[in-house]
């Protein structure tokens, strides 16, 4: 699964739990504002198998 975020960078995971996961470390690096204001389930929307 992966999530493809407007700035390039593809979030990877092999479950969901997985992809959360590298979704929020990149969120909370690269996007500080951003922080508390996406939920799981907006980011689970965004997923596709890749």
């Known amino acids: 699964m992966v999530i ?3 700035c390039g960078y593809v979030a990877r995971g092999e479950d969901e739990q997985k992809l959360l ?6 969120i ?6 951003m922080v508390g204001k996406v ?5 689970l929307s965004m997923a596709t198998d890749g």
């Open 28 to 33: 909370a690096d690269q996007h500080p504002d």
């Open 4 to 6: 493809n975020c407007d």
């Open 39 to 43: 939920t799981d389930e907006q980011l």
């Open 21 to 26: 996961e590298d979704a929020r470390q990149h």
